[in-house]
């Protein structure tokens, strides 16, 4: 089988679509009616295109490199205060959450090594003195 015909058909049928693309894009919708016609009743006219300066502008508010307008300025200001503020909170709340688990474990500790004390102090006893009671930390 030849490959030049179903290349030639495949190129037809491409410039053929290309064709009809192009003249598809031109065409506009027209809602008003032709010279000498009124419009039906009921049928309000409604601008379908905006101007080509008017969509850009649509699209995208200002360039990469153009100034940013003032409350653009303003928006982001508050949204990275905003930022802050929920970051300093969040490491606060961490740092807060740290310091009362190292206090009760030291609390914890503490009262682990006052126990052994007491402990040893009344294994070792032997009666014939009396306890040193200002040795003793306070209970």
């Not at 709340?93 to 102090?121: G, H």
Request: charged share 35%; proline share 5%; hydrophobic share 30%.
């Amino acid at each position: 089988m030849s490959w030049r015909p179903v290349i030639l058909l495949s190129l037809l049928m491409a410039m053929v679509l290309l064709c009809m693309l192009q003249e598809g894009t031109s065409a506009s919708v027209g809602s008003r009616p032709a010279a000498g016609e009124e419009a039906p009743e009921g049928v309000k006219e409604k601008k379908i295109f905006m101007q080509e300066s008017d969509a850009s502008n649509f699209l995208k508010r200002r360039g990469k490199r153009s100034p940013k307008s003032q409350d653009e300025v303003n928006a982001e200001n508050r949204q990275k205060l905003r930022d802050d503020e929920l970051r300093r909170e969040y490491y606060e709340e961490q740092r807060n959450e740290f310091e009362n688990f190292v206090e009760e474990q030291r609390d914890e500790q503490e009262e682990r090594t006052r126990e052994a004390v007491e402990q040893w102090r009344q294994w070792h006893y032997d009666g014939l003195y009396p306890p040193y009671l200002y040795n003793r930390h306070p209970i």
